[in-house]
Structures are given as C-alpha cells and as structure tokens.
C-alpha cells in the first residue's frame, strides 16, 4: 500500500512539472520582449471628426547611476477606430502596445461630445484590459492633459491616479470611477453616469507675502531651482461631468460633488467647512448614514426621500477659543450644525436639479423603481422628469 502512494506521488508530480513545461513554452509571458513592446500606462483620446486621436503614455526602462529606472514618453497615433490608431504605434515605431498595465483613460472635450462608447468599446472588447481601469474626462485636449509634468509626479498619469484614488471617495473629495462602473451605467436602463473632471490648478501662491518671499532670497540658483519646482501645477478632480448616453450634458461644482458623496457613498474623516457669521469652522466628518427611498404618489409623480445623519466633531475654527473655556473635537460652537444642515442640504438639491434638467440619473431613481416598484415601470420615461428631491440632513456630534 505505502508503495503504491509512493508511486503516485511521482506520478504527481511529473504531471505537475509537464504543466509547468507547457504553460513556460507556449504562455504569453515566455516570448515577451521589452525592446519591442510598448507597455501603456495611460490613454487620452480625442476626436476630431471621423477620426480618433490616441495619446499613449508608455513606460520606458532606463539605466541610472541607482540601478534601473522607468521614464515616460508620450506618442500620439491617429485612426478611423482606436484600434486602427493603436495598430498605427506598430508601424511608426515597431512597438506592440500592450494594454494589461494601463490604469487609465483620459476623455478629450471634443470626444464627450460625441458618444464616448465609440472608442471605449475597444477597450471593454480587449481581452487583456482590465475593466478596472480608472476612466475620467476633462476640458480641452486630453493629450494636453497628458503632457503636463505635474509637481507631485513627473508622469502625468500617475498623478492623476494619486487624486483618483479610493481614498479621495473617502473624503468626497472626487468621484473617481471605473471603466466597469461607467460601463454598467450607460448600458443600464438610465443610460447615465459620471466621470471626474480632471483640471489643472497653478501651485504658485501669487499673495504679495509669497512674492516678496520668493524674490527675498540670496542663491540665484536655489531660488531658480524653486521656482521652477512651484511653477509645476497640480491636478483636481472636485468636479464631475455628467454623462446620458455616452454624451456630455453637465457639470457638478466640488461643492455638488461633495454633497453627492454624502448620499451615496461612505464618509470617512471627509472635512467640510461651515460659514458662521464672519467666522468660519471646519468640521471632521467621521461616518455618515444614508437612508435613500423612493415614494410614488398617486399623480405620477415621484419624491426622491434623502435622509442623512453625519457625525462631526470640530476639526478647526477661524476664532481662537476663550482661554478659561478650552476646546476639543467634541466641541462644536454653538449654530454650527444647523448652518451645516442648510448648506448641505442645499448642494444637495442643486446637485439633483442638476440631473433633473440634463436628464442624467445619477442619483439612480429608475434602478429603485424597477427594484422597490416593478409594477410601475411604465413611469419610467418621465420619472425623473416629475420627481423632486426631498431632502433631511442631520449633524450630530461625536459624543
């Protein structure tokens, strides 16, 4: 008996050791070969009528002094479809673009205004994409957008992940969003979404005391060394363009953005700044709770209930406290929640008005109705239309 296990144990393992043989020979990974693969990080796309205009951001290895290096170089192709531009990096430069590394795709202006599934189709067809990839969109040309060498990072893409990330949603600093959640929306009964608006902002702080600072000093070559440093600007996604069928209909302010945030998704340590008077507070957000419900009256219209409860302490306020009185995060001067109530409440409205006008169900009303209402789905094509927001925000302290 023990020498039968035996003998199967051997036969085990060639067996295993004959797959490994096979998956090195015929894999992808044994014949891949880095002076003539073109590994994309990033794409910008643009459109100029019938024709697409692809920016690819490619990692190339270098040497240094430090051992191995990765620089960035940006090549632009153009086609009748994003696969013709991408065949078109081939031929100019005998690079095969590879496409398993790319974390994300940049929107130009002029490719909102058409049906943006023109070109993301591609992408969501190409087998070795993942649909985790971040997508965004921004004004002008996204391969401008590309080319900026920003104060954080040297390579553009990866300083637009940086503000991207899970974190930012976090905070309700941005709606970063990707390419499978984008995917889902348009193809979904509404046939919205939306994608960060990612602009470019001057790091150089242009106040009288920062001038007289940066001209006030010795080194000639420091100085310039600075200023060149501080002339780098940095990237922002608080705004959000708004999508219905793969078009560009509007925009939500940071103000919007945030207050969207606080509906949808999960606060944590998110701060948000309160106007008191001539005062002004910033507030801790640690945890919100979200109670969203849709109500169907008998006339056909809807109201979309929002409930939120957030919990704050005080993060800093413009006013020094009194020195006998003391402060901590448990202390909220007095009125500071109800302003917080109205402001909120108030960027939130103007955040579904924003999608009631454009059309955009961002806020998912028909995903309700077909979910908590299936035997009205016949309301569907007005719903939105006849809906109106009914809003309740709540701050309550951390103790």
């Given at each position: 008996?023990?020498?039968?296990?035996?003998?199967?144990?051997?036969?085990?393992?060639?067996?295993?050791?004959?797959?490994?043989?096979?998956?090195?020979?015929?894999?992808?990974?044994?014949?891949?070969?880095?002076?003539?693969?073109?590994?994309?990080?990033?794409?910008?796309?643009?459109?100029?009528?019938?024709?697409?205009?692809?920016?690819?951001?490619?990692?190339?290895p270098e040497s240094s002094k430090q051992g191995k290096s990765t620089q960035t170089v940006q090549l632009v192709s153009r086609g009748k479809t994003v696969a013709d531009a991408f065949a078109d990096i081939?031929?100019?430069?005998?690079?095969?673009?590879?496409?398993?590394?790319?974390?994300?795709?940049?929107?130009?202006?002029?490719?909102?205004?058409e049906n943006v599934f023109d070109a993301l189709e591609f992408f969501l067809l190409d087998e070795y994409m993942s649909d985790g990839c971040l997508v965004a969109t921004c004004d002008g040309l996204a391969?401008?957008?590309?080319?900026?060498?920003?104060?954080?990072?040297?390579?553009?893409?990866?300083?637009?992940?940086?503000?991207?990330?899970?974190?930012?949603?976090?905070?309700?600093?941005?709606?970063?969003?990707?390419?499978?959640?984008?995917?889902?929306?348009?193809?979904?009964?509404?046939?919205?979404?939306?994608?960060?608006?990612?602009?470019?902002?001057?790091?150089?702080?242009?106040?009288?005391?920062?001038?007289?600072?940066?001209?006030?000093?010795?080194?000639?070559?420091?100085?310039?060394?600075?200023?060149?440093?501080?002339?780098?600007?940095?990237?922002?996604?608080?705004?959000?363009?708004?999508?219905?069928?793969?078009?560009?209909?509007?925009?939500?302010?940071?103000?919007?953005?945030?207050?969207?945030?606080?509906?949808?998704?999960?606060?944590?340590?998110?701060?948000?700044?309160?106007?008191?008077?001539?005062?002004?507070?910033?507030?801790?957000?640690?945890?919100?709770?979200?109670?969203?419900?849709?109500?169907?009256?008998?006339?056909?219209?809807?109201?979309?209930?929002?409930?939120?409860?957030?919990?704050?302490?005080?993060?800093?306020?413009?006013?020094?406290?009194?020195?006998?009185?003391?402060?901590d995060s448990g202390d909220v001067p007095s009125g500071v929640f109800s302003s917080a109530e109205k402001r909120l409440s108030a960027q939130i409205e103007t955040a579904f008005e924003k999608c009631k006008?454009?059309?955009?169900?961002?806020?998912?009303?028909?995903?309700?109705?077909?979910?908590?209402?299936?035997?009205?789905?016949?309301?569907?094509?007005?719903?939105?239309?006849?809906?109106?927001?009914?809003?309740?925000?709540?701050?309550?302290?951390?103790?």
């Amino acid at each position: 008996m023990q020498q039968t296990h035996q003998r199967n144990g051997v036969r085990y393992y060639l067996l295993l050791v004959a797959l490994l043989i096979v998956f090195f020979f015929v894999g992808d990974f044994g014949t891949l070969d880095t002076q003539k693969t073109a590994i994309v990080m990033a794409v910008g796309i643009d459109r100029r009528d019938d024709t697409f205009i692809i920016t690819s951001q490619i990692a190339v290895p270098e040497s240094s002094k430090q051992g191995k290096s990765t620089q960035t170089v940006q090549l632009v192709s153009r086609g009748k479809t994003v696969a013709d531009a991408f065949a078109d990096i081939n031929a100019k430069t005998g690079w095969y673009p590879k496409l398993v590394f790319c974390n994300l795709i940049i929107l130009g202006e002029n490719a909102t205004q058409e049906n943006v599934f023109d070109a993301l189709e591609f992408f969501l067809l190409d087998e070795y994409m993942s649909d985790g990839c971040l997508v965004a969109t921004c004004d002008g040309l996204a391969k401008d957008l590309l080319n900026v060498s920003a104060l954080i990072d040297p390579s553009g893409s990866i300083a637009i992940q940086k503000i991207l990330s899970a974190h930012a949603k976090q905070v309700g600093t941005a709606l970063p969003v990707t390419l499978r959640e984008f995917s889902i929306g348009y193809f979904g009964e509404s046939s919205s979404g939306y994608l960060p608006l990612v602009k470019t902002k001057p790091q150089q702080d242009d106040s009288p005391s920062a001038i007289a600072t940066a001209e006030g000093g010795t080194d000639s070559s420091s100085s310039s060394a600075s200023g060149e440093k501080q002339d780098k600007p940095v990237f922002s996604a608080g705004e959000t363009a708004l999508f219905v069928r793969g078009r560009r209909v509007g925009v939500w302010t940071e103000e919007e953005t945030f207050a969207f945030n606080a509906v949808q998704n999960k606060l944590r340590l998110a701060s948000y700044n309160v106007g008191l008077g001539e005062e002004y507070c910033t507030l801790s957000i640690k945890n919100n709770e979200r109670k969203n419900k849709l109500v169907l009256g008998k006339d056909g219209r809807a109201s979309y209930q929002i409930h939120v409860t957030l919990s704050a302490g005080l993060l800093d306020y413009s006013k020094a406290p009194v020195k006998d009185e003391g402060t901590d995060s448990g202390d909220v001067p007095s009125g500071v929640f109800s302003s917080a109530e109205k402001r909120l409440s108030a960027q939130i409205e103007t955040a579904f008005e924003k999608c009631k006008n454009t059309g955009c169900d961002a806020f998912g009303l028909l995903d309700l109705l077909q979910k908590h209402h299936p035997s009205k789905t016949q309301l569907a094509p007005t719903l939105l239309q006849y809906s109106n927001a009914d809003v309740s925000v709540r701050f309550r302290g951390v103790r």
